[in-house]
């Protein structure tokens, strides 16, 4: 078990932790009578969601579920609506809580719903997939999509709790792991070339608890230093810029963590011919994302991607700022004016 905080939030992975749940979410204090409103998925749902309601009932917390749709086309404004209105109806209180039981979106969606219902309610997280458990379920961040684009209206809202049950792995299909592990990818480019060695040999897979737990260190230790993405944070964003756009262009058909990884590539070689880093960093990076079942080409027009990346949040002014490898390791900021951005990317 790995135990550790990011400010007020702290963060739990192990295993069997969703058998437990209710019985840590009461040691974690509040009303007596605290109820819980689960915010899930449907799949999510069919694997995870009775086991859940079961703790909580062993722990004397009473729970109602609000379950959605599976996939980014639920994390919208009329399914925000729609949780509101759920929350309203079963009349939560301030002292009441939500808990977050899936992926990303799941996540996102809860958290922004629990930052808004009634100016803010208690908010945990169990996250159950990879990607959420080393990077979406950490750092505070909420959101909700517009049709300009991803996560356009959002806040900063930390779960009181995380708790990443690492069993909860083995129900994933094989591409929404690899999607998760396009995340930790990232992490051993801009920060930790050990890491990033070790998922190359395998360890995703070999000790994904051991790997988990690093990950999600690196973005607590980041984000405890940057919690509102004013500078190092938005280091975490390497691949994102052209991911998001990536996304937006497929209509979500393209998964976030493959886009990730597509945009990972596509940064990187951009650096590689603007000699910003060797062709080292590029040929490892290749190599590791395939091994890992991600995609490594780009699909789509870069123009067209740089019209849609006009709309980006991490766009400051009349700047956009990239995230560009250095080394395995090591990575910087890189900020492009916009009127160069179609040169930039050419």
Not at 57 to 62: L, Q, V
Not at 122 to 134: C, G, H, K
Not at 212 to 239: H, M, P, S, T
Request: a neutral charge; charged letters at 25%; proline letters at 3%.
């Amino acid at each position: 078990m790995t135990d550790f905080a990011i400010g007020s939030c702290r963060i739990e992975i192990g295993t069997g932790l969703l058998d437990v749940l209710g019985d840590r979410i009461r040691a974690s204090g509040g009303e007596k009578s605290l109820r819980c409103a689960v915010v899930t998925d449907a799949n999510v749902a069919a694997l995870h969601l009775e086991k859940t309601k079961r703790s909580f009932a062993r722990a004397g917390i009473g729970t109602d579920e609000f379950i959605l749709a599976p996939g980014e086309k639920s994390k919208t404004f009329p399914v925000y609506m729609q949780l509101l209105s759920f929350l309203a109806a079963w009349h939560f209180t301030r002292s009441d809580a939500i808990l977050a039981l899936g992926g990303g979106v799941v996540g996102d969606l809860a958290g922004f719903a629990a930052s808004t219902f009634l100016r803010g309610m208690r908010f945990f997280q169990a996250p159950t997939t990879l990607l959420a458990m080393i990077d979406s379920g950490i750092g505070g961040k909420t959101a909700v999509d517009l049709p300009e684009g991803k996560n356009l209206c959002g806040t900063f809202y930390p779960a009181e709790k995380v708790f990443c049950d690492v069993s909860a792995l083995a129900t994933l299909p094989r591409d929404i792991f690899a999607d998760g592990s396009a995340e930790a990818v990232k992490y051993g480019v801009i920060r930790d070339a050990r890491l990033f060695g070790e998922i190359e040999d395998g360890a995703l897979v070999s000790d994904a608890e051991k790997t988990i737990a690093r990950c999600a260190a690196i973005k607590a230790e980041i984000v405890a230093r940057d919690l509102y993405d004013q500078g190092e944070r938005r280091l975490l964003n390497f691949g994102h810029t052209f991911g998001h756009a990536i996304e937006i262009a497929s209509d979500f058909s393209f998964s976030h963590g493959r886009a990730v990884a597509v945009g990972m590539m596509e940064i990187t070689r951009i650096a590689v011919r603007r000699k910003l880093c060797g062709s080292d960093v590029a040929v490892r990076l290749e190599k590791t994302l395939q091994k890992a079942g991600l995609p490594t080409e780009n699909p789509y027009d870069r123009a067209a991607l740089a019209e849609i990346m006009l709309n980006d949040k991490k766009r400051r002014g009349t700047t956009l700022e990239w995230v560009v490898p250095r080394a395995i390791g090591r990575a910087e900021l890189f900020p492009v004016e916009i009127g160069n951005l179609k040169e930039f990317l050419s």
